[in-house]
């Protein structure tokens, strides 16, 4: 799934083509695309004909577009989703999903999903965010993160740092890339116990995170495949700095030592085991 540069750059481009827009019509071409709006596609397309576009907003990888003080419409992008601007001339993509015209005849902002596990749906605002995104933690960039409140979330947790990385409720929009990388920044493993984390080891990774985030959004995000793009269809090149996801049995950039990949909840981690030594186990108590 797209993480926060990922999500950032499709904010941004977004802001540039649809803010201050009035949509005049929607249309639904594909039922799943809205299950998560409750009341169908119809109500979807009715509600938003005649409002307009007053914000773009982002908090982690949850991207929504404001229509008006009270309700917003919550993107969903999934594993495939993509919000793409496009003259209303131009062929429709082959997995067009929902369909945006606006008022001023410019272009088309069209909901592109291939394998149709994102949507869109509409959802009130509570204290300026979608009902559903109230739980989610701030992200590193976002100017109201307090760090020494993360570290000190992570730290109570009784878990492995790489799980208390990807737990959104603590800090948002770091996912499985941007974790492996900013422990290996940091120069920890993932597999370290929260709770002998220390405060310093927290900042560290942390900060990391937000660097490499950073550094990847300049560069358009992270793209393995077509999938993940911006709003002009354009791919992300970060994959091309990564200095350990993705990089198994290549040499680690700082020492040489070959790149190690492990398994980690259904997907990958990887790790420089020199540079990131595993922690010892806990040791078993004996009655």
């Not at 802001?15 to 799943?32: K, Q």
Request: net charge positive; hydrophobic share 40%; charged share 30%.
């Amino acid at each position: 799934m797209p993480e926060l540069p990922e999500v950032e750059v499709v904010r941004r481009g977004l802001a540039e083509h649809v803010l201050d827009r009035t949509i005049t019509e929607v249309r639904v071409d594909h039922p799943r695309a809205v299950r998560r709006h409750a009341a169908g596609g119809e109500d979807f397309a009715a509600r938003l004909k005649g409002r307009t576009i007053t914000a773009v907003s982002r908090r982690g990888k949850y991207l929504w577009l404001e229509i008006g003080e009270d309700e917003a419409v919550i993107a969903h992008l999934g594993m495939s989703g993509q919000m793409l601007v496009a003259d209303a001339e131009r062929p429709v993509e082959k997995h067009l999903r929902i369909r945006f015209s606006f008022a001023d005849a410019g272009p088309e902002l069209r909901f592109v999903d291939q394998r149709t596990f994102g949507g869109l749906s509409i959802h009130p605002l509570v204290d300026g965010v979608p009902e559903p995104v109230a739980h989610i933690g701030r992200d590193p960039m976002d100017p109201l993160f307090d760090l020494d409140a993360a570290v000190a979330g992570m730290r109570r947790r009784r878990t492995e740092l790489k799980r208390a990385l990807l737990d959104q409720t603590i800090v948002s929009g770091i996912g499985n890339i941007y974790a492996d990388e900013a422990l290996w920044r940091a120069r920890l493993h993932g597999l370290r116990p929260t709770e002998k984390l220390t405060r310093r080891q927290g900042v560290a990774v942390l900060e990391a995170a937000s660097e490499v985030m950073v550094e990847a959004l300049a560069q358009g995000g992270t793209s393995f495949d077509a999938l993940y793009v911006n709003v002009n269809g354009a791919s992300g090149y970060f994959d091309r700095s990564l200095n350990v996801y993705g990089q198994g049995d290549r040499a680690c950039r700082r020492c040489g030592t070959p790149i190690v990949r492990e398994p980690f909840m259904n997907r990958s981690s990887y790790s420089c085991p020199r540079c990131q030594p595993r922690p010892r186990p806990r040791a078993s108590r004996v009655f």
